[in-house]
């Protein structure tokens, strides 16, 4: 399927930023996988990490998270459910560029789902949030790391899934995928596929949890 291996490419070796007039793929990616605890909030936490040390003004972004907490957001003096691993960002890293909305523009606590159904929340209005906060931190930073929520899939039920998020930002994807051969390729096969319906081109793919003994293997039947 000539999927690529993601390696220093995707965080060049260019000592500067992006120019402000830059492509919006040039400026962010999104960073999803085949599976929940494939390792997709550890690589966003490198990807962050490797930028904000080249002296880089970053962003973080949840567009749609799943897992809430309730934070208290200073710029619109209230407190606010968001998306569990936001927190988690800002806490670690308090430079990142935006406030909490931003970064969880739409977070589902639970029963979220069945009001959408029930029409008592529009799906336009979610994505035209999604696409005003992303907006606002792609203006604001030099880059955008923007993580996915489960599986590419996660979300179809309401048409708001990763490959539909991921077109309306106009973003290029990373997937991360658990180690090895069979199982492995298969789930990318399916996440692949959901990406092409929606016409967002994947970056890259990151194996990840390989076991050193099967490093080389992998690297062999990956290419």
Known sequence: MGYQSVDH???????????????????????AATGQHHGKTTVTLGMVQALLSRGW??????????????????????????????????????ELVGSYSDSSPVA?????????????????????????????????????????????????IIDLNNAQVAAELGLDVVLVVPGGIGVSFDVLATNYALLKEHGVALKGVILNKVEPSKMEQNRVYYQ
């Not at 490419?9 to 960073?31: E, F, H, I, N, Y």
């Not at 998270?65 to 619109?76: M, Y």
């Open 9 to 31: 490419t995707l965080l060049s070796a260019a000592a500067r930023p992006p120019s402000a007039g830059a492509d919006v793929k040039r400026k962010a990616v999104m960073v």
């Open 108 to 156: 589902f606590p639970p029963g979220f789902t069945r009001m959408v159904l029930d029409g008592k929340v529009h799906v336009r209005d979610l994505v035209s949030d999604c696409k005003t906060s992303f907006q606002r931190l792609l203006q604001a930073s030099d880059y955008v790391v923007v993580e996915g929520t489960g599986h590419v899939g996660v979300g179809s």
């Open 57 to 94: 003004k970053v962003a973080y972004q949840k567009p749609v998270g799943q897992q809430t907490v309730p934070v208290f957001d200073e710029t619109l003096g209230k407190e606010l459910e968001l998306d569990r691993d936001v927190d988690i960002f800002k806490f670690m890293w308090p």
